[in-house]
């Protein structure tokens, strides 16, 4: 069974910074691409930003310059700093994982989190 838990999410005021962390745990031989999305209420879920393995970064252009997403591969962590904060970025935010596999020969799997909140006041 594979897990992802986040941390860090918050109450922060416009123009203040936060840092999301995400760690997956189980019996996990690799992960191909990890991630964050985020949903506001009334909205669909989207992008923020993900990373391959090979440290390939993708943002959506809503937070490009304000947003880094990092990896630790050895320690299936990714972590997603967040700066210059907007009350438009509110939202939970959820970890993703695609591409898990659990040994050399398995299947892919697709994992999320259970999501941390984001609140940014004006």
């Known amino acids: 069974q594979v897990q992802l838990v986040e941390s860090g999410g918050g109450l922060v005021q416009a123009g203040g910074s936060l840092r999301l962390s995400c760690a997956a745990s189980g019996n996990i031989f690799s992960i191909n691409i990890m991630g964050w999305y985020r949903q506001a209420p009334g909205k669909q879920r989207e992008l923020v930003a993900t990373?391959?393995?090979?440290?390939?970064?993708n943002y959506a252009d809503s937070v490009k310059g304000r947003f880094t997403i990092s990896r630790d591969n050895a320690k299936n962590t990714v972590l997603l700093q967040m700066n210059s904060l907007k009350p438009e970025d509110t939202a939970v935010y959820y970890c993703?994982?695609?591409?898990?596999?659990?040994?050399?020969?398995?299947?892919?799997?697709?994992?999320w989190g259970q999501g941390t909140q984001v609140t940014v006041s004006s």
């Open positions: 993703n994982a695609q591409g898990v596999r659990l040994s050399a020969r398995s299947y892919t799997l697709t994992y």
């Open positions: 990373i391959s393995s090979g440290g390939s970064t």
